[in-house]
T-cell receptor, first 114, second 113 residues
Framework: DTAVSQTPKYLVTQMGNDKSIKCEQN?????MYWYKQDSKKFLKIMFS???????INETVPNRFSPKSPDKAHLNLHINSLELGDSAVYFC?????????????FGPGTRLTVL | AQSVTQLGSHVSVSEGALVLLRCNYS??????LFWYVQYPNQGLQLLLK??????LVKGINGFEAEFKKSETSFHLTKPSAHMSDAAEYFC???????????FGTGTSLTVIP
């Protein structure tokens, strides 16, 4: 019955590899997000999709590419991983893109690049 | 542009003592304000939010916060701390004209038995 789920929970990989993180929400929400939380716990938004359409695309390296096959899923693909990509990545969803809406967060994916 | 400042990256309180976590925001338009809690190795969970109406907002687990426009603040309080309150707390702001949250840098709360 998990509302927002992410896979995998942990991801350890070598520099230069390509990896993907998957996110699914079963709340019927229209809007989904990807956040990066660094080692100092700072949360930064990366992308947001509303009904499969990209609406927020912050200054993120082109190596990061989101993909939303349907409004219940938002995946994050990362090419040519670098040491600085090590972080916890959170997926979130909200009923709509309205800024008054609460965002529901997934459990996070801890990415470690060696 | 919007921003959030959380004063005190680490706060320690004794069990049973008052919890006060500070949040100040910057916004040129009316804000929406949120407090989230993050327990170790978990995602963020909403504690409470202010959108419109009553400025004193009650949330889960006995927490409340008051929106003070004149002070641009949204401090989080709880009368009596429990050991289970130990976690990271994040304040966030969004605005009517926008579609994203801006998070503060977080405050780590330690509860001393």
């Amino acid at each position: 019955d998990t509302a927002v789920s992410q896979t995998p929970k942990y991801l350890v990989t070598q520099m230069g590899n390509d990896k993907s993180i998957k996110c699914e929400q079963n709340l019927g929400h229209d809007t989904m997000y990807w956040y990066k939380q660094d080692s100092k716990k700072f949360l930064k938004i990366m992308f947001s999709y509303n009904n499969k359409e990209l609406i927020i695309n912050e200054t993120v390296p082109n190596r990061f590419s989101p993909k939303s096959p349907d409004k219940a899923h938002l995946n994050l693909h990362i090419n040519s991983l670098e040491l600085g990509d090590s972080a916890v990545y959170f997926c979130a969803s909200s009923p709509s893109s309205g800024s008054y809406n609460e965002q529901f967060f997934g459990p996070g994916t801890r990415l470690t690049v060696l | 542009a919007q921003s959030v400042t959380q004063l005190g990256s680490h706060v320690s309180v004794s069990e049973g003592a008052l919890v006060l976590l500070r949040c100040n925001y910057s916004s040129s338009v009316p804000p929406y304000l949120f407090w989230y809690v993050q327990y170790p190795n978990q995602g963020l969970q909403l504690l409470l939010k202010y959108t419109t109406g009553a400025t004193l907002v009650k949330g889960i687990n006995g927490f409340e916060a008051e929106f003070k426009k004149s002070e641009t603040s949204f401090h989080l309080t709880k009368p009596s701390a429990h050991m289970s309150d130990a976690a990271e707390y994040f304040c966030a702001v969004s605005v009517v004209t926008g579609n994203q949250f801006y998070f503060g840098t977080g405050t780590s709360l330690t509860v001393i038995p």
